[in-house]
């Protein structure tokens, strides 16, 4: 018995297994022959453990490992609930002064992790967009924190412009008004400037100017109801009566009002290179004011901005008057009745610059406010 139990002995220790913690011994008859030392050695060195079954948790070891580092998950959306693609996301941390950064992905997420504790801050740029500056957080060890919905807003643009008027544009703008002014509404004094240092006018807009005055609708119904007064009357009897003699008068005043306000409104004012407007004056006493206004007929501004003879009215109302020949009938006309229509319409001229003077400005409408209608 001794001399089984120590060959038991010496084979157990040759090619014993351990399994599930049982050592099984085979049988003497079918063991191998006894090893070398060598292999003796390498089976000792090579001698493991294998278990089945109650496997430790290796998942669930990770995952707290992973628990215990932390983390911030947050969402970027635009103010119309859109995701926002590629939002560069900052997370900088207080104590340490590190940031780390990430860009949106497809769902317009981000997520930090193994972050720790500590107090961090969130910050997000996008391209279009004004940067968002979130609160500071206050992360413990193993938290997870989802931060509330990131909406950016699109930036205002900041746009600085600088507005530069030419003398030809702000002469533009400045007969636009002036083409609103009216007496009572209604009759068109177009020719009346309240801005005392308006700029010249170019050739474009004086044939502009003029052109509008004659066209306006007004211009018509005036020259249709003196035309009555003068059938009426039957002035210029050479024309007849009827609805001929009507249009003959009516073509004959048009024909007078459209000429002088063409030659010298417009085609001698840019000859001369002369402002063919009455500059309203507004300030000073009566008799000085009068004075400026009878004296106007004779005397303009110039282009120049200086005062200088009114040649354009002058030639203008003659020219006029002698134009008229041509269609005015044989008794109404020749020099005398030239030189008679070319001094009323001088005389004219001079009452309608008392009138603009001192009545008209107060009866009319759109006109620009006195602080830059009066002469300084």
């Given at each position: 018995?001794?001399?089984l139990?120590a060959?038991?002995?010496?084979?157990?220790?040759?090619?014993?297994?351990?399994?599930?913690?049982?050592?099984?011994?085979?049988?003497?008859?079918t063991?191998?022959?006894p090893?070398?030392?060598?292999?003796?050695?390498?089976?000792?060195?090579?001698?493991?453990t294998?278990?089945?079954?109650?496997?430790?948790d290796?998942?669930?070891?990770?995952?707290?490992?992973?628990?215990?580092?932390?983390?911030?998950?947050?969402?970027?959306?635009?103010?119309?609930?859109?995701?926002v693609?590629?939002?560069l996301?900052?997370?900088?941390r207080?104590a340490?002064?590190?940031?780390?950064?990430?860009?949106t992905?497809?769902?317009?997420?981000?997520?930090?992790?193994?972050?720790g504790?500590?107090?961090?801050?969130i910050?997000?740029?996008?391209?279009g967009?004004t940067?968002?500056?979130?609160?500071?957080i206050?992360?413990?060890?193993?938290?997870?924190?989802?931060?509330?919905?990131?909406?950016?807003?699109?930036?205002?643009?900041?746009?600085?412009?600088?507005?530069v008027?030419?003398r030809?544009?702000?002469?533009?703008?400045?007969?636009?008004?002036?083409?609103?002014?009216?007496?009572?509404?209604?009759?068109p004094?177009?020719?009346?400037?309240?801005?005392?240092?308006?700029?010249?006018?170019?050739?474009?807009?004086?044939?502009?100017l003029?052109?509008r005055?004659?066209?306006?609708?007004v211009?018509?119904?005036?020259?249709?109801?003196?035309?009555?007064?003068?059938?009426?009357q039957?002035?210029?009897?050479?024309?007849?009566?009827?609805?001929?003699?009507?249009?003959?008068?009516?073509?004959a005043?048009?024909?007078?009002?459209?000429i002088?306000t063409?030659?010298?409104?417009?085609?001698?004012p840019?000859?001369?290179?002369?402002?063919?407007?009455?500059?309203?004056?507004?300030?000073?006493?009566?008799?000085s004011?009068?004075?400026?206004?009878?004296?106007?007929?004779?005397?303009?501004?110039?282009?120049?901005?200086?005062w200088?003879?009114?040649?354009?009215?002058?030639?203008?109302?003659?020219?006029?008057?002698g134009i008229s020949?041509?269609?005015?009938?044989?008794?109404?006309?020749?020099v005398?009745?030239?030189?008679?229509?070319?001094?009323?319409?001088?005389?004219?001229?001079?009452?309608?610059?008392l009138?603009?003077?001192?009545?008209?400005?107060k009866?009319?409408r759109?006109?620009?406010?006195p602080?830059?209608g009066?002469?300084?």
């Amino acid at each position: 018995m001794v001399i089984l139990a120590a060959l038991a002995l010496s084979f157990t220790l040759d090619g014993m297994f351990v399994v599930s913690g049982h050592a099984q011994s085979i049988p003497a008859q079918t063991a191998p022959a006894p090893a070398s030392s060598e292999a003796k050695a390498f089976a000792v060195n090579s001698m493991q453990t294998v278990t089945y079954g109650n496997l430790p948790d290796i998942s669930g070891q990770q995952a707290a490992e992973q628990k215990s580092g932390g983390s911030i998950h947050g969402t970027v959306m635009d103010s119309n609930g859109n995701v926002v693609v590629g939002a560069l996301v900052t997370l900088e941390r207080d104590a340490k002064k590190t940031q780390r950064t990430q860009l949106t992905d497809s769902a317009g997420s981000f997520n930090f992790t193994d972050l720790g504790s500590g107090t961090f801050q969130i910050t997000v740029a996008s391209q279009g967009f004004t940067a968002w500056v979130g609160p500071k957080i206050v992360l413990s060890t193993g938290e997870y924190y989802e931060a509330p919905e990131i909406a950016l807003h699109v930036a205002s643009a900041n746009t600085s412009v600088r507005v530069v008027f030419s003398r030809q544009d702000l002469a533009e703008e400045q007969v636009k008004i002036e083409e609103k002014q009216r007496v009572l509404g209604v009759f068109p004094n177009f020719y009346t400037s309240y801005v005392w240092n308006a700029e010249p006018l170019t050739v474009k807009q004086k044939f502009q100017l003029a052109w509008r005055t004659s066209i306006d609708p007004v211009t018509f119904a005036i020259t249709g109801v003196v035309a009555g007064i003068e059938q009426w009357q039957n002035d210029f009897s050479g024309y007849g009566q009827g609805s001929t003699g009507y249009a003959k008068r009516f073509g004959a005043s048009y024909a007078d009002g459209f000429i002088g306000t063409i030659i010298g409104g417009a085609i001698l004012p840019s000859l001369l290179h002369q402002d063919p407007r009455y500059y309203y004056k507004g300030t000073g006493s009566i008799r000085s004011r009068a004075l400026y206004a009878i004296a106007t007929v004779v005397i303009t501004k110039g282009d120049n901005g200086r005062w200088q003879p009114n040649y354009s009215n002058v030639l203008g109302t003659f020219a006029a008057a002698g134009i008229s020949n041509l269609y005015y009938p044989s008794v109404d006309r020749g020099v005398q009745i030239t030189l008679d229509n070319a001094l009323i319409g001088t005389a004219s001229g001079a009452v309608s610059a008392l009138l603009q003077e001192f009545l008209i400005k107060k009866i009319s409408r759109g006109v620009p406010s006195p602080s830059s209608g009066t002469q300084p």
